[in-house]
Structures are given as structure tokens and as C-alpha cells.
């Protein structure tokens, strides 16, 4: 198969869909790759990197699109894009369909078949191709809480691990998924006093059991919220509750009952945000401030960490890009059920409930689409 790797033209996108090695795989296995020139330069992958592994360089977008079969990318298609798209394309990226209503119209026109990372689904429910950003976001929860928690940038003035006679920083979780999880070990690594509430009390017991000594589990309540923000240094939101908007755990009268300079990290502000005085921020202005507390809201934090990001990225997408080069699309999602989730929108019609009932379109089965044709 031939595929094509865009470079990724969304404000401040510096992602890239495939690494050198992961066009080495797909040489290996006889398919061949054309990669935009520096598409990988945000990530520090050179044109260099790439032909090393195989590639063949374009100078344009253009070029890419016109010669794919499959494209692969990080982020939905933006408007410039859409004209280069070819019907009976493959594009497998993120699509998030259900926030974009003039995106999931230049879909179903261009006669694509849009298989979205994000609903990519396992038969245990977990997300495979949405979890390692998750993992990124957890994690640089704790590093930009503690950078806004230093006097200079509006936090209090403290260090999350403390020093020897001086108490480490508080700092509540809430939601022990992927990104809570995530957040706990790396706020605890650094010494600070942890507690994780979450309404799953199955996961709680799970969490208290292979976390270290500095971190507690609390059940997720209002009378246990309001007890613990009077305490807390840092606040990280990850909850979730799957397809709806994330519940407001912290309400706007509860900043009155933290301290000043308390900071809260807003991870699970892509779908929402579960503080009441949330709003989405950019990378550019990631901070401001209600009643003395400090807000970081940005909905795209691993975009700050490309080369991490990158690679966890790519390292959970490539068995399925693999798979879809080898046996086509339609072979590949009807051998296998998760990437069979994964498919949105194809060839004109729409086979993703969520996206029909968002937009109030007519839901194809999938089943007609893949029963159909015998050989892909
Ligand atoms: N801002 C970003 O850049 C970014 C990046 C990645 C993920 N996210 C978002 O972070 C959020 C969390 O993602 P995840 O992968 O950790 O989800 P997850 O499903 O793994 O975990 C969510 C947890 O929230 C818990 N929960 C639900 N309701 C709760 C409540 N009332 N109180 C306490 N806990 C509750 C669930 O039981 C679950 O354990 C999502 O909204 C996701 O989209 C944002």
C-alpha cells in the first residue's frame, strides 16, 4: 500500500503520525512511504531521519494526498485540506467528529473512509489510541501545577516535595483513570502528599494497593471535596464519565474555601472541565485566575510535548496502521474489532452512532459496509 504522512498544519501542531521507525516496519512488510518534507522537524525527525528509514520525501501537501492510499495524521483535517482528499482515500488520525459539524460534512462529501483514533475501541472499553495521550497530559499535569505553584508565576509559593523539617505540598486528584493515575505517581515521586477520590470504589481499592505511602484514596463526594480543598495546593481535574460532559466537582463557591494561590490543573477540559470556573486555554495564555486560584486549562497539552508525545503516540498506532496497509481497510476492521469501531465515516455515509446522533444524520450499520464487498 501507499501511504502518505502530512505535515501537520493545525496552529500549533508540532505531532508527527509515523517515526523512522515506523516507516522501517512498514517498508519491512513491502508497503511504501512518502513523508512532507519536515513534517517530523517539530518532533526533531529530519527529512534525513526519514529517507534513512526508507521514505520517500515530498516537497508538498499536495504531492502526499495525491499519491496516498492511506493517510496517516495526528489531527482532523482542516479546511485547506479537505480538497486534497480523494474519495475511497483511507485517512486514519483523530477525527472528533462530534465537535465538528462543517468537518463531518466535508467527510461525507469527499467519499473518504475516516477510521478516527479515538473511538478505536478494545473489548474491555479502554480507548488504546486515546490512553497514551492521556498518560502524557497526567503526567505534565503535576509539572505545570508545580511551575504555577512558585510565587513569581501566581501560585503560593511552594514546593510540592518540601525539604527536610518543612511539609511537602497537598495536592487532590480527582479521577483515578489514566490521567489521575498518571498524575498520583508523578506527584508523589516528588514527595508531595497525595489523595485520589474517584466514584469507583473498585478502582480506589485497585489505587491504594499499588501506589506508594504518600498517596490516599478518598470517595468521591461533595462533603469529602469540600473538607479536602481547604488543604489542597494543587487541584488536578481527570475525571470522565464516558460520551457526556464532565460533572463540576469543584464548584465556584468552593474557591472561597481554598487558600490563595492554590493552582488547579483542568485536565478534563476537552470535554468540558469538571471546575465550574473553567474555560479552555491555549499553550500561548494557559493560565488565569478566579478568586485568587489559579486555572491552566489547556485542551491540548501533549501539543507542548511533541517529541514525547510523538512517540507515545505512534507506538500505540502503528500495529494498527500495520495492519490496515496489510490487509486493507476492509479486511483489517472486519478481522479485527477494535479497528472495526474505529470506523466514522465511509464512502459518503455515516457508521459511528455518536456521530449520527450529533449531527442528526441516518446510521449506516457497519456491517452493510464490510458484508458487502467480499474482497477488500
Ligand atoms: N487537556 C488535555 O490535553 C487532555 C489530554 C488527554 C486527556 N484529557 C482528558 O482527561 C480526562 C480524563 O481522561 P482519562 O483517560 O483519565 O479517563 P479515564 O476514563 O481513564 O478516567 C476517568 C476517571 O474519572 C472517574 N470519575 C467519574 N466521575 C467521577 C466523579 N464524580 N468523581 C471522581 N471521579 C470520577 C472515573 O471513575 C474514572 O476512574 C478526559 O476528559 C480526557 O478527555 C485531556
Not at 462530534?98 to 478516527?116: D, F, P, Q, R, Y
Amino acid at each position: 500500500m501507499i501511504i502518505g504522512v502530512p505535515k501537520e498544519i493545525k496552529n500549533n501542531e508540532n505531532r508527527v503520525a509515523l517515526t523512522p521507525a515506523g516507516v522501517a516496519e512498514l517498508k519491512k512488510h513491502g508497503h511504501e512511504v512518502y513523508v512532507q518534507s519536515t513534517a517530523g522537524i517539530g518532533s526533531g525527525i529530519s527529512d534525513e531521519d526519514y529517507t534513512g528509514a526508507g521514505a520517500t520525501i515530498l516537497a508538498t501537501i499536495e504531492e502526499v494526498y495525491a499519491i496516498a492510499e492511506m493517510i496517516v495524521k495526528v489531527k482532523e483535517p482542516i479546511a485547506s485540506e479537505y480538497p486534497l482528499i480523494k474519495a475511497n482515500q483511507l485517512l486514519f488520525t483523530y477525527f472528533h467528529f462530534a465537535s465538528s459539524e462543517e468537518l463531518t460534512h466535508a467527510m461525507l462529501e469527499s467519499g473518504a473512509v475516516c477510521l478516527a483514533y479515538e473511538t478505536v475501541e478494545k473489548a474491555d472499553r479502554s480507548l488504546p489510541l486515546l490512553i497514551p495521550m492521556s498518560e502524557v497530559a497526567g503526567r505534565m499535569a503535576v509539572q505545570e501545577g508545580a511551575k504555577y505553584l512558585e510565587k513569581p508565576m501566581g501560585g503560593r509559593g511552594i514546593l510540592l516535595g518540601g525539604v527536610a523539617g518543612v511539609k511537602p505540598a497537598n495536592v487532590l486528584v480527582l479521577g483515578g483513570g489514566i490521567v489521575g493515575t498518571q498524575s498520583a505517581k508523578m506527584a508523589a515521586g516528588l514527595g508531595a502528599n497525595v489523595t485520589i477520590v474517584d466514584v469507583n470504589l473498585q478502582r480506589l481499592r485497585y489505587l491504594e494497593d499499588i501506589m506508594p505511602a504518600n498517596v490516599d484514596t478518598v470517595m468521591s463526594n461533595e462533603y469529602n471535596l469540600r473538607q479536602l480543598v481547604q488543604h489542597t495546593d494543587l487541584i488536578i481535574g481527570g475525571v470522565l464519565i464516558p460520551g457526556a460532559k464532565a460533572p463540576f466537582l469543584i464548584t465556584k463557591d468552593m474557591l472561597k474555601l481554598m487558600r490563595p494561590g492554590t493552582v488547579m490543573v483542568d485536565v478534563a477540559i476537552d470535554q468540558g472541565g469538571c471546575f465550574e470556573t473553567s474555560h479552555a486555554t491555549t499553550h500561548q495564555d494557559p493560565i488565569f485566575v478566579v478568586d485568587d486560584i489559579v486555572h491552566y486549562c489547556v485542551a491540548n497539552m501533549p501539543g507542548a510535548v511533541p517529541y514525547t508525545s510523538t512517540l507515545a503516540l505512534t507506538n500505540a498506532t502503528l500495529p494498527y496502521a500495520l495492519q490496515l496497509a496489510n490487509k486493507g481497510w476492509k479486511k483489517a476492521c472486519r478481522d479485527n474489532e477494535e479497528l472495526k469501531k474505529g470506523l466514522n465515516i465511509v464512502h459518503g455515509k455515516t457508521v459511528y452512532k455518536g456521530v449520527a446522533d450529533a449531527w442528526d444524520l441516518s446510521l449506516t450499520p457497519v456491517e452493510d459496509i464490510l458484508g458487502k464487498v467480499i474482497v477488500a
